[in-house]
C-alpha cells in the first residue's frame, strides 16, 4: 500500500545527469546527500554555501522528491531567484514548483489564504514604511500628542522602535534603551503601540513585521492548517540561519511539526546583525531544538589563501561559544597579513591610498580592493584624501561625509564666517534657529549683497526679535576670533549646533560621534579657508564619476555592508581598541563577542591582500590627543601570522 506521506516521484526522465561526488568536495557531498532528518551546516566564510544549496536542491528532485514539497527560506527574493535558477541551470529542467523566498513572502501567501482564521478579511493590505509611517503620525495627532513636552521621536523612529519590539522580543521599554531620549516619553508611545494595532485591525492592514507575527500565531493557534503547510513541505532549507530573529526560527520549528526535515545552513562566526534581530541563540541551540541533528562543517574555502585564513582561525580561538572550525585553503601560497601602526589618521589615510596606487600601478583594479571600517565615520579622512587624489571611490553602509546633513550643518557655521556672502551657507545655518522659517531666511539673506561682511552681518542678526539670532551672533564673534585654532573654532561652533542636533535628527548621538570625528580632521589644519577648500573639492553626485570610469571604483564599506563580498585586497582601518571594538560594545560580553566575529568577517573578505591599520594616536574631543592600542582581536594574535608593524607612506 503506499504511503500517503511520501513525496518522492520518479526521476524526471531527460535531464542533466549530475555526478555529485565529483564536482563536490567530501563535506558539500554529505551535507547534499544527506536529505533526512534534521542536519546543520556550519559554512565558513568562502566555503561554498551557495553551492551546496543549489546541488541539494538538484539533488532532492533526483532522488524522486516532488519538487512543490521542498521549500527554500532566505533573506532576500534575489538570493533564492538565483539558487532556484542555478539548480534549474545544473540539471536542465526547470524547478519552477519549488517554493523559495523570504519568510515575510511565504507567510505573505498562508496569510492570504488562511487569513480568515485570525480574523482578517479578504484583501487584507500590507503598508509599505512611507503608509506605516503617514498612519502613525496620524495616531500622533489623534492621541493629542503633538503638543507633548519634550523630545518625542520622528515616525520613522515610531516604526523602527515598534519593529524592534518584535524582532527582538523587547518590552518598549527595553527598546527605548537604545534610545534614552525618548524613554520619559514611554507611556505615550505604548499608547501609540496600541492605537497602531487597533487601527490595523480595523483597517484590516498588515506592516511587514506583521507577516512574522501573523504567520507564527496562524501555525501556532490552528493545528490543522499547521499540519497541512508541514505536510506539503517535506524538505525545508533554510540559508544564513544565523542571520533569524525568534520568530523565524519559531516557523522554521512549527513548519517541521510532522517531519524534521530541516536543513539550516550558516556560519556562527558570521553573526553580525543583532540590531536587525538576528539572534545568535538560535544557530548555537539548533541541535537542542532538533534532537540528533546531524552537524556537518563546510571549512575548505575557496576565496583566501592560507596565511589569511590563519589568521582568520586564530582570531576566532578565543570566541566564548562557536562551533570549532578550521579554515583551509589549496591555495597555501600568498603574502601573510600586514599590520600597520602610522602615526597619525591622515597618516592612515595616506598609506592606504600609496598602498591602493601601488596594487594598480601592479594591475590590479580598483574594483578588487575595498576599505572596511567599524563604524562609518571612520573613513571620513580618507574620502577627503582620496578626492584630493582624484582615486574613484563608492561608499556603503553608514554616512557619506560631505552628504550628511549634520557634516553641512556645522560646516554651514565656518563658511560663513570664510566667506560672508555665502547665501546658500547663511540659509541653511539661519534656519537651524528655532522660530526662524523660510521668509525670515529669505528677508535675511536679501540683504546680504555684494561686499557684505561678518560684521554687518552680526549686527543684522543682533538687530533681530528671535533670542536664538542675537545668540548667534555671539557665537560667529567668536568664531571670528583670530587668535582661534581650528579645533577651537569647530568645538565651539559643536556646542551651540549640539542641542540644535538634537531637536533635529533622532539618532543624534550617532551623528554627535560623526563630529567630533571630524575634529580629528579639523586638528591638523591651521588655516580656515585650506580646510574648507580641501573638504569641498566639488565631490561629484557619485565618486566614480571622478575618472568618468563607473565600473572601477575602490570600495569603502563598514563591515556590515560588506558580508557575503570579497576582493583581491583589503585593508581595514582604525582597528584599535575603542574604534574595534567600539567602546559602548565593551560593556556586555554578548556585544563584545559579536563584535569579534565582526572583525573575522573583516578579515576572510580579503582573497589575497590583506592589511590592518590603526593609527598610533587619535584626536578625542575631551582629551586632546591620545595614544591608541591596537583592537584585541589583533593584539593577541601570534606574530608569526602577521607582517611587523612598518609605516610606508611619505610624510608631508
Not at 189 to 217: C, H, P, S, T, W
Not at 324 to 336: A, H, M, N, Q
Not at 542 to 553: C, K, P, Q
Not at 616 to 628: C, E
Amino acid at each position: 500500500m503506499p504511503n500517503p506521506h511520501d513525496h518522492r516521484l520518479p526521476s524526471a526522465p531527460g535531464h542533466r545527469k549530475i555526478d555529485y561526488r565529483a564536482e563536490l568536495n567530501p563535506a558539500q557531498y554529505r551535507a547534499v546527500t544527506t536529505t533526512e532528518g534534521p542536519v546543520l551546516v556550519i559554512a565558513g566564510a568562502g566555503s561554498g554555501k551557495t553551492r551546496t544549496l543549489v546541488y541539494r536542491l538538484a539533488y532532492l528532485v533526483d532522488q524522486g522528491v516532488d519538487p512543490g514539497a521542498i521549500l527554500l527560506l532566505t533573506f532576500t527574493r534575489k538570493a533564492a531567484r538565483e539558487m532556484l535558477g542555478r539548480a534549474a541551470e545544473l540539471m536542465d529542467q526547470p524547478l519552477t514548483q519549488v517554493t523559495g523566498g523570504t519568510f515575510h513572502s511565504v507567510c505573505y501567501l498562508w496569510l492570504r489564504r488562511y487569513g480568515g482564521l485570525l480574523g482578517y478579511g479578504d484583501g487584507f493590505t500590507v503598508m509599505d514604511r512611507d503608509d506605516q509611517g503617514h498612519l502613525l503620525a496620524l495616531l500622533k495627532e489623534q492621541l493629542g500628542l503633538k503638543t507633548v513636552q519634550g523630545p518625542f521621536p520622528r515616525k520613522d523612529t515610531v516604526a523602527d522602535i515598534l519593529g524592534a519590539v518584535v524582532n527582538k522580543r523587547l518590552t518598549l521599554e527595553g527598546v527605548l534603551r537604545d534610545y534614552p531620549q525618548f524613554l520619559p516619553q514611554l507611556r505615550h508611545l505604548d499608547a501609540i503601540a496600541k492605537a497602531y494595532d487597533e487601527e490595523k485591525r480595523r483597517l484590516n492592514l498588515m506592516d511587514f513585521d506583521d507577516l512574522l507575527v501573523q504567520g507564527a500565531r496562524l501555525l501556532t493557534e490552528h493545528e490543522e492548517v499547521r499540519r497541512a503547510l508541514s505536510e506539503r513541505y517535506r524538505y525545508l532549507m533554510v540559508d544564513e540561519y544565523q542571520d533569524t530573529n525568534h520568530l523565524q526560527a519559531e516557523l522554521v520549528r512549527l513548519l517541521a511539526y510532522t517531519h524534521h526535515n530541516v536543513m539550516a545552513v550558516g556560519d556562527d562566526c558570521q553573526s553580525i546583525y543583532s540590531f536587525r534581530g538576528a539572534n545568535f541563540r538560535n544557530i548555537m541551540d539548533f541541535p537542542a531544538l532538533f534532537p540528533g541533528a546531524r552537524l556537518i562543517k563546510l571549512e575548505e574555502n575557496y576565496r583566501s589563501t592560507q596565511p589569511v585564513l590563519e589568521l582568520a582561525n586564530a582570531m576566532m580561538v578565543e570566541a566564548r561559544e562557536q562551533y570549532t572550525k578550521c579554515l583551509f585553503s589549496r591555495r597555501p601560497d600568498g603574502l601573510k597579513p600586514r599590520l600597520f601602526r602610522p602615526a597619525s589618521e591622515n597618516e592612515q589615510s595616506r598609506l592606504v591610498v600609496a598602498q591602493v596606487q601601488e596594487l594598480r600601478r601592479q594591475g590590479l583594479p580598483l574594483r578588487q580592493m575595498a576599505v572596511l571600517f567599524r563604524a562609518g565615520y571612520h573613513s571620513f579622512d580618507l574620502e577627503i584624501e582620496l578626492v584630493r587624489q582624484a582615486i574613484p571611490f563608492m561608499k556603503f553602509g553608514g554616512f557619506k561625509f560631505m552628504e550628511s546633513a549634520h557634516i553641512k550643518d556645522l560646516l554651514s557655521y565656518l563658511r560663513v564666517v570664510a566667506n560672508p556672502r555665502d547665501t546658500l551657507s547663511w540659509t541653511r545655518l539661519l534656519s537651524l534657529i528655532p522660530g526662524v522659517g523660510r521668509r525670515t531666511c529669505a528677508r535675511l539673506t536679501g540683504q546680504m549683497g555684494d561686499g557684505f561682511t561678518l560684521k554687518e552681518a552680526r549686527s543684522l542678526l543682533q538687530g533681530q526679535r528671535q533670542a536664538g539670532l542675537k545668540e548667534l551672533a555671539g557665537v560667529l564673534e567668536e568664531l571670528a576670533g583670530p587668535s582661534q585654532t581650528m579645533v577651537a573654532r569647530l568645538n565651539r561652533a559643536l556646542e551651540h549646533y549640539e542641542p540644535l542636533m538634537a531637536g533635529r535628527f533622532d539618532d543624534y548621538p550617532k551623528r554627535a560621534k560623526d563630529l567630533e570625528h571630524l575634529l580629528t580632521i579639523t586638528a591638523r589644519y591651521k588655516e580656515l579657508r585650506s580646510f574648507l577648500n580641501d573638504l569641498t573639492l566639488d565631490p561629484p553626485a557619485s565618486m566614480a564619476d571622478i575618472t568618468g570610469v563607473a565600473h572601477d571604483y575602490l570600495t569603502l564599506s563598514t563591515v556590515h555592508s560588506a558580508k557575503g563580498l570579497e576582493w583581491e585586497a583589503v585593508f581595514i582601518i582604525w582597528a584599535a581598541e575603542g574604534r574595534f571594538p567600539v567602546f559602548t560594545m565593551q560593556e556586555r560580553e554578548d556585544d563584545t563577542e559579536e563584535e569579534r566575529r565582526l572583525m573575522y568577517v573583516a578579515v576572510t573578505r580579503a582573497k589575497r591582500h590583506l592589511a590592518i591599520i590603526f593609527p598610533a594616536a587619535g584626536y578625542n574631543r575631551s582629551l586632546g590627543y591620545t595614544a591608541n592600542s591596537p583592537s584585541r582581536f589583533i593584539a593577541g594574535l601570534p606574530r608569526k601570522l602577521l607582517e611587523p608593524w612598518r609605516v610606508e607612506v611619505e610624510r608631508g
